[in-house]
């Protein structure tokens, strides 16, 4: 802590004014190296806002090598109404003629062939299809209802990422009672058979899995094979299994089971466990702090009376279990906190289905749980990789289902007249009996799914859709027609490249303009970075313009800047010696040339639209190569790839002085890091010196005070004090 200060009360000076003179005299040192750290700062960012014109710039060269930005093409049809096209950069300038259009491109398509609910009354798409089964119009028995636990379930997984581990998605929250397969056949990627493992679920095999062995964790439903399985490998695992849930008691004498659809053959268990009470009525606790029980009663399938109703209840009539619902109802409340614990198998139903798709064929199988809704269970369908859509019209009451292709996959057979003889279905529903008896879909009612025909250039051909490539003009056909032959042609889009080239060359002249003016303002060297106290003397307008003077050419006539703009010209008018170059070698050639007023306008560019449009009609490949050919030599390189090269190489110059976000080691850094540190050293003497100045103070107050109280003293043993 520094010492005591008194300042002027015994001489009546201002200490504190005096001081600071004093500190400011010493301080100039310190405040040239605070302006010098200005300066530098300044012209670092002037260094990184030039460095930002010249990335941009280098951005637009990427552009410059694209055969798109100058190999853009038009195509124009004689009736859009029938057909469209467009073309890309590898269309040749030529023509089509469409003779005529059969056929065009259809989606298959099908739907219920009757209503689908019964009398009741529409179906609540929202609800359970377990409480649904018995308002369908077709009969209840097609659904196949499945149990869990008495039945079982095969599921299919494929391998996401190679490993030597996979999961059974099924089983949320339940728990396997046995795996009915003994081995387990993984399928490839394309098909083919592969390995073969031998299943087991004892634990204890898992330290030691051999690899030809795949262990199944019946709690979690986690697979690990004795070898690494590849991405794309799929294999299917038979298995029974139960639910598990668990619930706490509050104020509700019902608690909702995930799963509805449980009867009478399902492996039920229901367990409540209530707990010791204190005074209050909370849970006693032991030491420990596990809560002490008090009673637990198991309910089990046997213990549980059918009230065929589908409901079930306990012998002791303390508990319903609503089996259509799947809620568990307490006949009193069960104590706060108490613990209701559930195991049980639920009800499902299987379906299954095949689509035939550009991909080949594709079969589906489905697992529908009794609780899943109507809604949910078409979604399945339309995600499924069956690529179909299935969706419930409330009005017709029917359920559509269309392949998201159009196109015939499956080998629909004509006429010699093109009249449709035999049509093979794209979407086969199997004989399933929910799809066929419940949903009402037939084969014999499917529409659709036929491929385009047409006669092209004289050539009777077809495709599976309506929007096909060729030679890079892409197709649209809209219409069927006959009567007159429709033309597409193609050209090259002059308005398109001439656009994308003077953009470019605009990119350029901004860029040059900037630096341009950068290294030749001019230097006001009486202008230097204000102090603090200098600005508090100074409204912010003055401080405004004169930071704007004192900025002013710290970059002027900069060599790196400099020498950038002249590997720029050179890159623009060099010749560019590519393969079958002839007369377009240049920019001249092609109408872009340097502006006649040189010492004005410092090397921009200009461009003579009439000649270069003609250029671009002429020959557009040699004009796309004049940018951006390629070339082991600089000769050989278009302008594009050699001023990007130039530019890397200036940006890295630059970074090199500056710095940039990523780069922290530059050589204005360096500088700045040395006054940063000459600066706080600095500060610590300026605050040694005033302190010294204080100490030196305050001893000539104290000399003072002391003199002064010797004087009264004396003029009072003088009696001069009693006048």
Do not use: C
Request: glycine content about 8%; charged content about 30%; aromatic content about 8%.
């Amino acid at each position: 802590m520094a010492g005591l200060r008194i300042s002027g009360l015994a001489t009546g000076m201002d200490i504190d004014s005096i001081v600071q003179d004093m500190i400011r005299a010493k301080r100039v040192p310190y405040d040239k190296m605070a302006q010098k750290k200005q300066t530098l700062e300044w012209k670092r960012d002037s260094y990184r806002e030039m460095n930002t014109l010249l990335f941009s710039l280098r951005e637009e060269t990427l552009k410059m090598r694209l055969s798109t930005t100058f190999l853009a093409k038009n195509a124009t049809s004689s009736n859009d109404n029938r057909i469209t096209a467009t073309a890309d950069s590898t269309a040749g300038n030529t023509s089509y003629t469409f003779n005529k259009v059969d056929r065009l491109a259809t989606v298959a398509t099908n739907a219920s062939e009757n209503t689908i609910s019964g009398s009741g009354g529409k179906i609540d798409t929202k609800a359970s299809i377990y409480s649904l089964q018995g308002k369908f119009s077709g009969d209840i028995g097609n659904f196949n209802w499945k149990s869990t636990d008495i039945d079982g379930f095969t599921e299919k997984v494929t391998i996401s990422s190679s490993g030597k581990t996979a999961k059974l998605e099924d089983l949320s929250g339940g728990t396997i009672l046995s795996v009915a397969d003994a081995t387990i056949q993984v399928t490839k990627a394309d098909g083919t058979a592969g390995d073969t493992f031998a299943v087991t679920t004892d634990p204890a095999d898992l330290a030691n899995l051999a690899e030809g062995q795949v262990y199944v964790n019946k709690d979690t439903g986690q697979l690990t094979f004795g070898k690494e399985i590849a991405a794309g490998s799929s294999f299917e695992l038979s298995y029974k299994y139960v639910q598990k849930e668990s619930f706490t008691a509050g104020s509700s004498n019902e608690f909702q089971l995930k799963h509805p659809g449980i009867d009478g053959t399902d492996n039920v268990k229901i367990t409540v466990t209530t707990y010791e009470r204190n005074a209050d009525g909370s849970i006693k606790k032991d030491s420990s702090g596990k809560a002490i029980e008090s009673g637990k009663t198991t309910y089990t399938t046997a213990e549980l009376v059918d009230n065929l109703d589908g409901t079930f209840s306990s012998t002791d009539d303390k508990i319903t279990l609503d089996g259509e619902t799947g809620k568990i109802i307490f006949t009193d409340n069960p104590d706060e906190g108490t613990k209701i614990e559930a195991e049980y198998g639920y009800s499902y139903f299987e379906s299954k289905m095949t689509s035939h798709t550009s991909k080949g064929p594709v079969e589906e199988k489905f697992k529908f749980n009794a609780g899943d809704s109507f809604e949910s269970i078409l979604t399945k369908i339309s995600k499924s990789d069956l690529g179909v859509t299935a969706f419930y019209d409330e009005y017709a009451d029917k359920v559509t289902v269309t392949r998201t292709e159009t196109g015939d996959y499956n080998a629909n057979v004509y006429d010699a007249d093109g009249a449709l003889a035999t049509r093979n279905t794209e979407m086969n529903y199997m004989n399933d009996p929910f799809l066929k008896n419940i949903l009402q879909l037939h084969g014999r009612n499917e529409a659709g799914g036929e491929d385009a025909k047409f006669t092209i250039n004289g050539l009777d051909t077809g495709r599976h859709t309506n929007d096909f490539t060729l030679n890079g003009v892409t197709f649209t056909l809209k219409e069927k027609f006959d009567d007159a032959p429709v033309t597409i042609g193609t050209s090259t889009d002059t308005e398109k490249v001439f656009e994308n080239i003077k953009g470019f060359i605009d990119k350029y002249n901004e860029t040059i303009e900037k630096i341009n003016k950068k290294i030749g303002e001019d230097r006001y060297r009486d202008f230097t970075p204000l102090t603090s106290e200098q600005k508090e003397a100074m409204s912010e307008k003055e401080v405004e313009l004169w930071e704007e003077k004192a900025k002013s050419g710290l970059l002027r006539r900069d060599q790196t800047l400099m020498n950038v703009l002249d590997k720029m010209r050179v890159d623009f008018y060099g010749a560019v010696d590519f393969e079958g170059a002839d007369q377009f070698k240049q920019l001249t050639t092609i109408g872009i040339t340097t502006t006649n007023l040189y010492n004005v306008n410092k090397g921009k560019l200009e461009i003579d639209e009439e000649k270069l449009k003609a250029a671009i009609n002429e020959d557009p490949e040699a004009v796309y190569q004049i940018f951006a050919a390629d070339g082991e030599t600089s000769s050989q390189k278009g302008i594009a790839r050699r001023l990007r090269e130039s530019l890397t190489t200036a940006i890295q110059n630059i970074e090199e002085t500056a710095g940039s976000e990523t780069k922290s080691q530059y050589t204005i850094g360096k500088n700045l890091d040395d006054l940063n540190d000459r600066m706080t050293s600095f500060e610590s003497r300026l605050k040694q010196y005033e302190d010294q100045y204080y100490k030196q103070f305050t001893a000539m107050e104290q000399a003072v005070q002391k003199m002064n109280q010797q004087s009264s003293y004396l003029m009072q043993q003088l009696g001069m004090g009693q006048q």
